[in-house]
Structure formats: C-alpha cells, structure tokens
C-alpha cells in the first residue's frame, strides 16, 4: 500500500474532493431507501400485519383486486373445508370518507381504510387500548394514523353517503392502506358502508366479502381449489401490489435509486481514470523495480476502498441523522437492512467502476520510467 498511503496523504484535496460526492451521493442513497421504505409502510403496513399466507378474490378482478373482488359466503364456507386450508374467513376493504360528529363546521374530515373482519376471528386486531371488536353494531378500532387526527375512544363518526354512524372503541398500533389510515370494523358493518345502506341490510349483501382471508398448510394445491371455486388466490405479498399507487411507486423508487448507484460507478470510475493516467509514470517506476502488475493492480483499489469506505460511512451518517429529523414529518422510514445495503451497494459499485478504471496499470510499460519515451 505504499502508492496508495503516498497518494492519500500528498493528493488530499483531490480526494476529499471525490469523497465529499460519494459522501453526497450515500447522503441521498440512505433518503432513498427511507423515502422508499416510508411510502410502502404507508401504502401496505396494515396489509404486512394481518395474520394471513394468501388472499382469494374474484376470479374476474384484475389490477388493484381490492377493488374489483367480491366474494360470496359459499366461496369462503367452501375455502375453509378444503384439505390444507387451516383458516379461512371473509374480509372486506373500502375507502370511505368521514366526519367526526357535531355541527358540520366544526366537524374533522377523514378518509379511512375500512377493514371488515368477524369479531373475535384470527383476522381481528387486539386493541392496545379500549375494547376489542364485538358484535356491537357501530363499534370500531382506529389505527395510530387516524388518533393523529384528533379522534379518540370515546368519539363518534359519521361516514359514507347514508352517514352511517361509528363508535371509536379501542385502538391499534400503525397501519395504513393505500397512504389511508385503517379502521378495522365488523363485517356487517363493513357491509353496510360498501353498500351505502344505513338501515338493516338485505340477506344478499350480508353473503358477501371482499376477499377470503387465508392460512393455509404447506402443501395446500391452490390452483386446484381455484379451478374448482372460480377464485385467484395470491400470497401475502402478492396482496401489497393490490394496494392503490403501491406498484407504481415501487417500480419508481427503484428507478430512482438504480440510476443513483449507476451515476456514483461512473463518478468514481471517471476520478480514478483520470487519477490512473496522472500517476503513470509512478507505476511504471515501480515496475521498473520489480513490483508485479498484480500488486499495483491491489495498491490502487485499496485507495479506491479507503477513499469509498471513509466517504459512505460519513455520508450515510449524515443521512441517518436527516433522515430521523424527517421521521414522522414525511412518509419516511429507516431500517437497518436497508441502510446498510445501501451502503454496501455503493462501495460494491464504486469499486467496480474503480477496477475499469485501474485496468490501464496492466498496460502501463516499465521502459516507460527509464526513458524509453524520450
């Protein structure tokens, strides 16, 4: 590491120069990865905790399912017979728009993400404070994302377009559907906002569901029972591209972020082409003395390793510490798997770049430094 240590130490304001950009560059790739992190939590989180390993809808629905599905009581009765189906029940999704009780002017405007699920079924949430989901005809657990907004036990809402009336029992922890707080409400009541009907419902809105939420064994033939029930069943992560936007979003942030890593390859492979250029008439003194190509070839990308490692770890420490500023401001989340592949996905591409970049030492000629030029 002699070239390397020399350079670092009499080239210092070249260096800090390309460090500082790979340090910008880990700045914006741990935002990244917490912008993108933070708009899926807000688009699929609820999605993430329901206890289930796959959904069947409609056959017909396509696209954004959630949407597009209905499902019969036969479909989920029949679900929950087949042979490696452990749990089967009816689950119900709409967005509705809301307003706390009282006077219209002074009322808050809401919009949720309503969860229809039987009382005391493995889909229902337990409450971390108030009361759990009972058959209790208006009776609802709000989200975290939804008590932000003022709403607590106790309140009453008024929803859809009959104003149906909600009563605010209990709480659960975050979670959000299509960037929509959550509220998890009993399927008749589910069924009475999807079909706008403020009195009793009708036997034929009361068969039905959105979806049939799933546990199923190891081993379960799926396509077979689809075939059979005329259903499309996924598995839970399948389910998240149903959310609204989710997709589109994915798709985009990891665009985003690809053309990031592809742009810091070619800043650090362009620094260390000009930087291989500049110094060889010092490798070819050193091959003139003996050093082995193979040996310069390790100098030089350990220069390259030093100058990327010491530059991302400042850079995403700079980022981690904006990006806990933004926390609960923005939909941003940070988690250590993602930070930390970043970071490794920055240094890999930089080194990759730098080794391009240094192949020009295999070319460089040891007559060069004794004056074979002249």
């Known amino acids: 590491m002699f070239l390397a240590l020399r350079d670092l130490r009499f080239a210092r304001g070249r260096f800090a120069l390309v460090g500082a950009v790979v340090a910008l560059i880990a700045v914006l790739g741990v935002i990244l990865s917490g912008l993108a992190s933070g708009l899926a939590d807000a688009g699929v989180s609820a999605l993430r905790t329901l206890p289930v390993t796959h959904m069947a809808f409609d056959k017909s629905a396509t696209g954004e399912l959630f949407s597009r599905s209905t499902v019969t009581a036969r479909t989920w009765q ?6 490696g189906v452990t749990r089967a029940e009816p689950f ?6 809301a307003r706390t009780a009282g006077a219209p002017d002074d009322a808050k405007q809401l919009d949720l993400a309503v969860f229809g699920v039987r009382p005391g079924g493995f889909l229902a949430p337990v409450p971390l404070t108030g009361k759990p989901l009972t058959a209790r005809a ?4 709000i989200s975290q994302e939804i008590a932000k907004e003022g709403v607590k036990v106790g309140d009453r809402l008024i929803a859809g377009q009959a104003g149906t009336p909600l009563t605010v029992v209990g709480t659960v922890g975050h979670a959000s559907f299509g960037h929509v707080g959550v509220v998890y409400a009993p399927l008749p009541l589910w069924q009475r906002l999807h079909y706008g009907l403020s009195g009793p419902l009708p036997n034929a809105a009361t068969q ?14 799926v396509q077979a029972i689809d075939r059979r029930l005329g259903t499309h069943t996924v598995d839970k992560a399948g389910t998240y591209n149903a ?15 690809g053309f990031l890593y592809a742009i810091s390859a070619l800043v650090v492979g362009s620094f260390f082409t000009v930087w291989t250029i500049q110094r060889g008439q010092e490798i070819a003194l050193l091959k003139a003395i003996g050093a082995g190509t193979g040996y310069i070839l390790r100098d ?25 500023a933004m926390s609960g401001s923005a939909p941003f989340s940070l988690r250590a798997p ?25 070319r460089v000629e040891a007559l060069t430094a004794l004056g074979a030029h002249r």
């Open 78 to 83: 029949t679900w929950a017979s087949q042979h």
């Open 92 to 97: 119900g999704n709409q967005l509705v728009h």
């Open 138 to 141: 208006d009776g609802i657990l």
């Open 208 to 221: 039905q569901a959105t979806t049939v939420a799933l546990q199923l064994a190891p081993g379960a033939d």
């Open 243 to 257: 959310s609204p936007g989710y997709a589109a979003e994915s798709s985009t942030m990891t665009l985003i972020r």
């Open 300 to 324: 030089a990308l350990t220069q390259a390793a030093v100058v990327l490692m010491a530059a991302t770890a400042a850079g995403t420490a700079v980022g981690v510490a904006l990006g806990s």
């Open 338 to 362: 993602q930070v930390t592949a970043a970071a490794a996905l920055l240094i890999v591409l930089g080194l990759a770049g730098a080794a391009v970049a240094v192949r020009r030492i295999t």
